[in-house]
């Protein structure tokens, strides 16, 4: 699979304006590392997102949710139906990342759960001598939580290095940006206090984010891991980008035709 991130966008907006719902520029933060993920280092077995052996993705910020449909699209997890019936009377699609859905490990439409569900996993995968490993997405707006930092120190206790704590931070909550809201300092001194082998990356260069991903999961330390990725909320359309307007704003016919068009001349 490709998972070209022109086309994940695209998937991404049918999605929204066919459910008139919101939440685009959370998802579009996520692109790049979701299809990196997906392309290059989530292993499932035959391709089945139910194997008892995969690795586990866990999206802690369920917002963001609708840049994994648009993998799970690429992958013929979902079919175009379910694409273009996005949030219509008997979609099995939520606006929220749902464990009912195949192929998605954590029900995370609470801030701060996913993550401690992910360490769980990460520990259970551990103590049973499995070679699966979890990767875990937060939002740096989600660092808000205390479970979070929760979950960090217990997984730093246990020494859990099958997990991969990935941050989205794109600066940005829902109600403002994240110095405005709470601030949360340097990220990266953080998460090496809490003892995470931490790297600090363009969360928009492919290149990059493969590289780092490979490096951490190569490492021999007993360590976690973690990387914070720097992002741009609304990344891909112009009046999008850094614009907390769109963390609530629904598209148009007008705006999702311009938003197409802005993705047609990038590709």
Not at 42 to 59: A, K, M, Q, S, T
Not at 172 to 193: P, Y
Request: proline share 1%.
């Amino acid at each position: 699979m490709n998972f070209n991130v022109i086309n994940l966008r695209k998937t991404v907006l049918k999605m929204a304006f066919a459910g008139s719902t919101v939440h685009i520029a959370c998802a579009f933060s996520l692109i790049e590392i979701m299809a990196v993920l997906y392309r290059n280092h989530l292993h499932f077995p035959e391709g089945r997102f139910d194997d008892p052996n995969r690795d586990y993705l866990i999206l802690s910020k369920g917002h963001g949710v609708m840049a994994q449909y648009a993998c799970f699209r690429e992958l013929n997890w979902i079919d175009e139906n379910a694409i273009e019936n996005y949030f219509s009377n008997g979609s099995k699609l939520k606006g929220l990342s749902d464990a009912h859905i195949s192929g998605i490990e954590v029900t995370s439409g609470s801030l701060g759960h996913g993550l401690s569900v992910g360490v769980g996993m990460a520990l259970g995968a551990k103590l049973k001598g499995s070679k699966q490993r979890v990767f875990a997405i937060i939002g740096d707006g989600e660092m808000n939580e205390g479970s979070i930092w929760e979950a960090l120190l217990f997984a730093a206790h246990f020494e859990l290095s099958n997990l991969l704590v990935i941050v989205d931070k794109n600066n940005f909550q829902a109600m403002g940006t994240t110095d405005e809201v709470l601030k949360l300092g340097n990220l990266k001194k953080k998460l090496e206090a809490f003892d995470f082998e931490t790297r600090e990356i363009d969360g928009h260069d492919e290149a990059i984010i493969d590289k780092t991903i490979l490096e951490l999961l190569n490492s021999n330390t007993k360590k976690p891991k973690a990387i914070v990725a720097h992002t741009i909320k609304g990344k891909g359309i112009s009046f999008m980008e850094n614009n907390n307007c769109w963390h609530y704003t629904r598209l148009t016919s007008e705006t999702y035709k311009q938003a197409l068009k802005e993705l047609d001349i990038k590709n």
